[in-house]
T-cell receptor, first 114, second 114 residues
Framework: DGGITQSPKYLFRKEGQNVTLSCEQNLNHDAMYWYRQDPGQGLRLIYYSQIVNDFQKGDIAEGYSVSREKKESFPLTVTSAQKNPTAFYLC?????????????FGPGTRLTVL | AQSVTQPDIHITVSEGASLELRCNYSYGATPYLFWYVQSPGQGLQLLLKYFSGDTLVQGIKGFEAEFKRSQSSFNLRKPSVHWSDAAEYFCAVGATDSNYQLIWGAGTKLIIKP
């Protein structure tokens, strides 16, 4: 089945640690996205990538980093510079970055800072 | 700047009753409009979308939405809800002059009374 997988489902981090969230898609999509979701708020865009080896900052990129070395993979690193990283993180992909292209979402990773 | 407002944080309806979830947006031209649904602890799934043409849009799971330009609204409706419709619903707006990003509402949580 085609889709998007995110791992792990739950992640716990100590203060000062970097952690990496995995996102893999087998939909052959060019565009991939990372969103952050907090209670009572809409999704906020962290980073997006339209093509391999290229990515752009979204609205809340500070404290995060990404890479896009393969078309199917778009990992997100939450660095110690991110002041309040506890949140639900969603990865999405679309065939292209046109607004007419549906974004498909993974099941999410819940990150908790201890 | 574009914005999306979902005025209702929670809505409770009885099973079998009709449903309307409100979405208002702020944008000068005709936006691209979306409704997504999120089950607890899961990713988001597209219900329907509007780009142009007929202002009444049919989606999956028996949902429909109507674009009303004069009211800057894109309300989601369903004639008879089922217990499985309990979820959180997000409205999103996209515009070509916002770098093709989606702007998300804060969501409306739908609770179904048996």
């Amino acid at each position: 089945d085609g889709g998007i997988t995110q791992s792990p489902k739950y992640l716990f981090r100590k203060e000062g640690q970097n952690v990496t969230l995995s996102c893999e898609q087998n939909l052959n999509h060019d565009a991939m996205y990372w969103y952050r979701q907090d209670p009572g708020q809409g999704l906020r865009l962290i980073y997006y990538s339209q093509i391999v080896n290229d990515f752009q900052k979204g609205d809340i990129a500070e404290g995060y980093s990404v890479s896009r070395e393969k078309k199917e993979s778009f990992p997100l690193t939450v660095t110690s510079a991110q002041k309040n990283p506890t949140a639900f993180y969603l990865c999405a992909s679309s065939s292209d970055r046109l607004l007419t292209d549906t974004q498909y979402f993974g099941p999410g990773t819940r990150l908790t800072v201890l | 700047a574009q914005s999306v407002t979902q005025p209702d944080i929670h809505i409770t309806v009885s099973e079998g009753a009709s449903l309307e979830l409100r979405c208002n947006y702020s944008y000068g031209a005709t936006p691209y409009l979306f409704w997504y649904v999120q089950s607890p602890g899961q990713g988001l799934q597209l219900l329907l979308k509007y780009f142009s043409g007929d202002t009444l849009v049919q989606g999956i799971k028996g949902f429909e939405a109507e674009f009303k330009r004069s009211q800057s609204s894109f309300n989601l409706r369903k004639p008879s809800v089922h217990w499985s419709d309990a979820a959180e619903y997000f409205c999103a707006v996209g515009a070509t002059d916002s770098n093709y990003q989606l702007i998300w509402g804060a969501g409306t949580k739908l609770i179904i009374k048996p």
